[in-house]
């Protein structure tokens, strides 16, 4: 499924209209009745209950007025409340008044304080709330009537539905001035926006429902450049094993990492490529630290490099013996636990330089780069990067709530400019192509807030990247999923291993997708 920024989402409803005479006010009907299908799920009927209305001056209010419509033919108590410019209201949202009006449904203009007072009474007896206030064409700080309205909601703490975004939410970045409407559920028009999927915007979502409303399906296909990695799209990722498959074609896998008090994440790191599939997997790490991973790792091969001090790599000579070890592989990744020593960065950007393989960079392995970006053009072949906002606002040098207020732009801008491909990790996963081309994932689980699930995530691209060409993608679809799973079992005390062990049972999960399809 794409997702669409607004004005994409404008000039999709523009062209059904002016290229396929497609009626705005048919549309319109289509969102409100959706909205009202919603609502009678929630509700489980909406007979004889009580739903408060709100409706701004645009379309997205005569998308809540067709809802009213409905509402009402259905046996609830419907009261309509109305917010903005009169003068600034659109033709189809004055038809729909005009219908309400002849169904003498009395709507109720926010204006003098005995309007604001009939609200507040209202809102303490309704049963739900429908949020048809601003729309995907909201950007900024919200004005005086619209943030005294969308308190009074999230106070009054009622089921509410919003129409295409919750009323304060940017559509296109999910920025939130003071505050944004607190949905229990999101209807979608057309496409999900970016907004839905960042937060804090996506924090007032609640739960995403996404409706074509009839639009036709190739304008909600073609020249969008954002893609939601959705169980449909990850079928496409994992073609299925070969029967002669052995080690040696499933992918040998060089992994560079671990320093002195950060063995976990190397072993984290190597043990999730292992998961994944990967046929043979060596990991590189400090002579000092190697005789740990012996006993730790019991599939996994390790190769001693030379160190500078204890536990720290460094100099030509553990530079050499990973250039010669990348050789025999099909893929390398550095960065997991490697430490920021001044002789650990210099042996990153010798290896980043010289190596002539797939490579994938996380967490001090991207380090070295911070301010230097640009020197990430010097790769031979098209690295991945999998930082956190913290690691790639330092990478850009942007301030992370700059970076986090404008993220596609500045991964797909980044990933362009720097020929990279990078995996930014929040709590949706953007994934930026060199070709513009993101995809965005919201798989996964808050519970995933912890020490070493970036590690697994890394490991796990690296794992991949012999056996499909979207390693990144499907990384990171099993990363969230086997997240989500083991969010099941253990909650918030989940930990990184709990990840990397479900990360088997995301591939059965995967194949089975596959299977019921066919």
């Known amino acids: 499924m794409k997702i669409a920024l607004a004005k994409q989402m404008h000039d999709i409803d523009r062209s059904a209209i002016d290229d396929y005479g497609l009626p705005e006010l048919s ?3 289509s969102a409100g009745h959706r909205v009202f299908g919603a609502l009678k799920n929630l509700l489980g009927t909406v007979a004889n209950k009580s739903i408060c209305i709100l409706a701004g001056s645009g379309n997205n209010g005569g998308d809540a007025l067709v809802a009213a419509r409905y509402l009402s033919n259905g046996g609830a108590r419907v009261k309509i409340f109305l917010l903005g410019n009169k003068e600034h209201r659109t033709a189809s949202l004055n038809v729909q008044m005009r219908i309400l009006r002849g169904m003498n449904i009395e709507l109720q203009q926010l204006e003098s304080d005995r309007a604001w007072e009939r609200l507040q009474v209202t809102l303490r ?3 739900a709330v429908v949020d048809g206030l601003l729309g995907t064409g909201f950007s ?37 001035g003071e505050t944004a409407m607190n949905a229990t559920c999101t209807v979608a028009l057309g496409l999900p926006k970016v907004g839905h999927y960042i937060c804090p915007g996506a924090s007032f979502v609640g739960k995403l429902l996404v409706d074509d409303i009839g639009l036709p399906a190739n304008l909600l296909r073609d020249e969008i450049h954002q893609t939601l990695v959705d169980d449909e799209l990850a079928l496409t990722f994992l073609p299925a094993r070969p029967k002669d498959s052995h080690k040696g074609t499933c992918g040998k896998i060089l992994i560079v990492a671990g320093s002195r008090g950060m063995t976990g994440a190397a072993s984290l790191a190597a043990m999730s490529a292992m998961k994944v599939g990967a046929g043979l997997v060596t990991l590189a790490t400090p ?13 996994v091969m390790t190769a001693p490099l030379d160190e500078v001090k204890q536990g720290i790599l460094g100099g030509d000579k553990a530079a050499e013996k990973i250039l010669d070890l990348a050789e025999k592989f099909d893929a390398l990744l550095l960065g997991p636990g490697l430490g920021r020593e001044q002789e650990t960065s210099e042996l990153v950007k010798k290896i980043v ?10 967490a001090d392995a991207i380090y070295p780069f911070n301010g230097k970006a640009d020197e990430l053009k010097a790769c031979k072949q098209i690295p991945i990067l999998t930082p956190h906002l913290g690691e790639l606002a330092a990478l850009l040098n942007i301030p992370v709530d700059k970076l986090r207020g404008a993220l596609v732009h500045e991964v797909r801008r980044a990933a362009q400019e720097y020929r990279v491909i990078i995996v930014a990790k929040c709590e949706a996963t953007v994934v930026g192509y060199p070709n513009g081309e993101i995809f965005i994932s919201s798989l996964g689980t808050n519970a995933m807030a912890s020490g070493g699930c970036g590690d697994v995530l890394a490991g796990a ?20 999923t086997a997240g989500k799973l083991a969010s099941d079992d253990f909650a918030e005390g989940l930990t990184a291993t709990d990840v990397m062990n ?17």
């Open 502 to 518: 479900c990360l088997p049972t995301a591939i059965k999960k995967l194949r089975a997708i596959g299977y019921q399809k066919s």
């Open 287 to 299: 002579e000092s630290l190697n005789s740990i991973y012996e006993v730790k790792l019991t599939e």
């Open 125 to 127: 007896f309704s049963d």
């Open 27 to 29: 549309l319109m009907e």
């Open 461 to 480: 691209i690296a794992g991949l990247m012999k056996q499909t060409p979207f390693a990144p993608l499907t990384g990171v679809w099993l990363h969230g």
């Open 353 to 362: 330089e010289t190596v002539d393989k797939p490579l994938v960079l996380d």
């Open 140 to 176: 900024g700080e919200l004005r005086p009537g619209a943030l005294r309205l969308i308190r009074l909601v999230n106070a009054a703490k009622k089921i509410t539905v919003a129409i295409d975004v919750p009323s304060g939410v940017d559509a296109d970045t999910g920025a939130v």
